[in-house]
C-alpha cells in the first residue's frame, strides 16, 4: 500500500515571522499525524524557520527548487548539500511556474516568462537526478495547459514529461520519486480537474512510469493530484485508486484549511 502525502507548496508567500505562525499551528495540530505524510514547501528564505517549527514532529521539510551543480558562480541558486543543511528532505522539481506556464490564461505562458523561470523537461531531468543524487525526495510536476487540453494533447504532454524526467534514472533509485500531476489550468484557479479524469491521467502516468523503470516501481511511486485542492474536493479526489496525495498551494496557506486536508488524506486509504 502506497501511504498518501499531503504536501503545501507556500509558493512566495510568507515571511519569516507569518512562516512560523502557520507551521506551529498546523505542527500543533498535525505533528503526530499518522497513515499520511506531511511536506511543508515554504519559500527558501523561511527553510530553517519551518524547520525549528516542525522539529520533533512527523512533519518534513520540502523546497521549492535545486539546482543540479554543488556550488559556484550561479547567482540566486540552491545545491542540494544547501538544501540537506536547512534541514530538507524532499523538493519540488519542475512546477509548471517555474517551466513558465501559468494557469490562468495561456497567453500568460510568453516566451519572455518562460525565459525568466526556465525550466524545460532537460532541466527538470537534471535537477532530479541531482535530487536523488543527495538522498532528496524529488516531487516532480507534470500537467498540461488548458489549450493542450482542449486540443486533445493532454496524454502525450503529460506521458512526454514523465518520460523526459525520468531519462535515465535506474529502477532501484527510482522508488522514492513522487509525481504530481498538476493540469496548469487547475493550478490556483478555483477550477479543479475532475475527480474522475485525474485518477484516469495520475493512471496514464503510472504506466508510462512503468515504461520507465518498470511495473513493480511504478507501483511503489506516489502520484499526487495539484490543482485547486481544498476541503470540498479532497474526498472524492483521494477516494480515487490512483491518486496517491495532494500538491496543495492556495489552501496551504491556512492551517485550519490545509488540517483538514491531511485528515482527509489520512483516513482516505
Ligand atoms: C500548486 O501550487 O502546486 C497548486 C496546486 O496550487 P493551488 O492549490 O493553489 O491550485
Redesign the pocket.
Known amino acids: 500500500m502506497r501511504t498518501p502525502i499531503m504536501a503545501g ?1 507556500w ?1 512566495m508567500n510568507c515571511d519569516n515571522d507569518e512562516a512560523w505562525e502557520l507551521a506551529v499551528a498546523i505542527a500543533n495540530e498535525k505533528g503526530d499525524v499518522e497513515g499520511c505524510e506531511v511536506v511543508l514547501c515554504p519559500p527558501a528564505t523561511a527553510l530553517t524557520t519551518v524547520l525549528a517549527a516542525i522539529e520533533d514532529t512527523n512533519i518534513s521539510l520540502g523546497a521549492q527548487n535545486i539546482f543540479w551543480e554543488e556550488s559556484g558562480a550561479y547567482t540566486g541558486e540552491l545545491s542540494g548539500p544547501m538544501l540537506l543543511s536547512c534541514g530538507c528532505q524532499h523538493v519540488i522539481i519542475g ?1 509548471s ?1 517555474r517551466r513558465g506556464r501559468f494557469g490562468s490564461a495561456d497567453e500568460d505562458f510568453t516566451p519572455e516568462l518562460q525565459q525568466v523561470f526556465g525550466d524545460t523537461d532537460a532541466s527538470v531531468n537534471r535537477k532530479l537526478q541531482a535530487a536523488l543524487s543527495h538522498g532528496l525526495v524529488p516531487i516532480v ?1 507534470v500537467g498540461e495547459l488548458l489549450s493542450e487540453r482542449q486540443e486533445g494533447q493532454t496524454d502525450e504532454v503529460v506521458s512526454g514529461q514523465v518520460t523526459a524526467a525520468l531519462a535515465g534514472v535506474e529502477a532501484d533509485d527510482a522508488e522514492s520519486i513522487i509525481l ?1 500531476y ?1 493540469p496548469v489550468w ?4 478555483g477550477e479543479v480537474c475532475d475527480a474522475e479524469e485525474a485518477n484516469r491521467v495520475c493512471g496514464l502516468i503510472r504506466r508510462t512510469l512503468a515504461g520507465c523503470v518498470g511495473e513493480g516501481t511504478a507501483e511503489q511511486i506516489r502520484i499526487l493530484y ?4 481544498k476541503s470540498a474536493n479532497v474526498v472524492s479526489l483521494m477516494a480515487q485508486p490512483e491518486i496517491d496525495g495532494g ?6 496557506l491556512q492551517a485550519e484549511s490545509f488540517c483538514e486536508l491531511i485528515a482527509a488524506a489520512a483516513a482516505s486509504k
Open positions: 507548496n509558493k512546477h511556474e510536476c504530481a498538476e487547475a493550478i490556483g484557479t495539484g490543482g485547486s485542492v500538491l496543495v498551494g492556495g489552501a496551504s
